[in-house]
């Protein structure tokens, strides 16, 4: 299946490719405005270790009519530095994208703007992708640059802690 790429738009602060038949960039606009029902004014309603306004991933997936046969979802880094592929299925039914700090205040790259992707309560806290400006939906699995060793991954925890300290 060929990847279906999405119009230029110089608005978009994320945008949904691949496998899909509508691939479309979504500006800070069509995020605030998706209906009421699949947005979540405050996230730490959800988990208390997330705060920001978001919008339910099932809904932007939906929007771009993924492939029948769609399995994955790739969610790239704005530096692209950092990718994470993950079963589309399970993920795009609990995953969120923040994408304010606080009403009419937008995620600021301090807090993992422009947008964050993220699994409320994953255990593997490398499935929030910070700066998430890139998500393709695809057949076959993505790149996928968290560590997969234990100890490596343990290692990327312990290093990002002590920058924190």
Known sequence: MPLR????????VLTIEGACARPTGFSLHDLQTVHDYYQVPDVSKIDERLTGKAVRLRKLIDM???D????YL????EDG???ICLPLEDTSRSALVIYEVKKGTPLG??????VRFVI????????SVKGAVRMVVSEEPGPDSRPSDPVEHEKLHA???SKKA
């Open 74 to 77: 790739t969610v790239h880094s």
């Open 120 to 127: 409320p309560y994953h255990p593997d806290k490398c499935t």
């Open 5 to 12: 790429k999405a119009a230029p738009n110089a608005r978009a």
């Open 68 to 71: 029948f046969h769609c399995k």
């Open 64 to 66: 771009v009519g993924p």
């Open 159 to 161: 290093a990002q802690a």
């Open 109 to 114: 790259r301090e807090q993992g703007g422009p």
């Open 81 to 83: 530095a950092y990718s």
